[in-house]
């Protein structure tokens, strides 16, 4: 089989740069009040910047199509345009709607594009990944000669304060104190806002970074887990999820059904320990030696997973020493599916990068936990 090459990068990131003095100007306080959980949160993730497609009135100034589009059109120079995208893969966590699918609306956002196949991966952080392999597989296979797979999110717009009046509401009609439970507040710090696309193609460009694709696995373990990270849902106490469908539309409002919601003891329990196994597997399964690696880009959620992550690898005697990690968690936030592709950007075109060198990707999802390895080496 003929190689796959990931040949050109791009990324959108909507708007200026926001502090984290400033997220309660666009975000908004939950009745007036500022958040309690803010400062720890900001505290253990280590983010001092990201990136909201909102204005200070909330009103959106982009949706998650259009981000996802003018990546795509950040690709396109005199030797590849729209009009030559074989296949497109689009992944997301947070789509502009349900129906039509998110790789079709991305679609008809391009301009001068063509009629094409795609496929729209759905779910959380791994939703990219899930699109890289598509389109890897694609070009791999010989079904197409070239793909462009992108990750994205809008996930400003689930923060919202004005989302989670009417349940403060009725906490406080119950003579309950109306704070927000950490597991919905606690996500309001966290999240960003942007897009990233990769063009893959079945041979390297002459005179520029390639990155070819050695390997992708990913796995779930869904069959094991619990629902950790949710949205559309509630959780119940034996584990179980009730879907926004068997609520009543006030329901909605009452129990902030279409916010993002993490159990996060949950979270703290399995998701560095299970997805260390896994890459141990996979190492052994590949007999990879994992030292050879230059680059390793793990998607951290928070900084707080960092030393977590770092020691639970030296257990399986896993050595990728900190100064081979590239991260840029603080300066973006998480933005979900895109953050994996906005690593892979931001290094691509860093001009760090020589011949030959090997870059190891890790892609943890949290939603109930499925998780992701690819190996790149530099050409």
Known sequence: MQGVYITKSAKFLPNDPISNDEMEDYLGMIDGVPSKGKRLTLRNNGIKTR????????????????????????????????????????????????????????????KNGQPLELIS??????????????GYLSVLSGNTKNAVVTGSEKLSSFMLSEHFEKETERLAEMDQNPIIAFEKDFLRWMLSDGAAALLLEDKPRPNSTNLKIEWLDIRSYANQLETCMYVGSDK???????????????????????????????????????????????????GFDVTTIDYFLPHLSSEFFRNKIAEEILKYDIQIPQEKWFTNLTTTGNIGSASIFMMVEELMNSGKLKAGQKILLMVPESARFTYAYCLLTVC
């Open 51 to 110: 990136y909201y497609a909102l204005d200070k009135e909330g009103k959106s100034t982009h949706s998650n199509a259009q981000m996802a589009a003018l990546a795509i059109e950040k690709l396109t120079d005199d030797t590849f345009k729209i009009g030559d995208i074989e296949l497109l893969a689009c992944g997301t966590a947070s789509p502009d709607n349900h129906m039509p699918s998110h790789a079709v609306m991305v679609h008809g956002e391009l």
């Open 121 to 134: 991966p759905s779910g959380s952080c791994c939703a990219s990944m899930q699109s890289l392999k598509t």
């Open 236 to 286: 119940n106490e034996d584990g179980t999820t009730k879907g926004w469908k068997e609520f009543t539309p006030d329901e909605w409002l009452q129990k902030s059904i279409f916010s993002f919601k993490q159990d996060t003891k949950l979270l703290g329990k399995e998701i560095v320990p299970t997805g260390t196994k896994y890459l141990k597997e996979i190492l052994d399964k590949r």
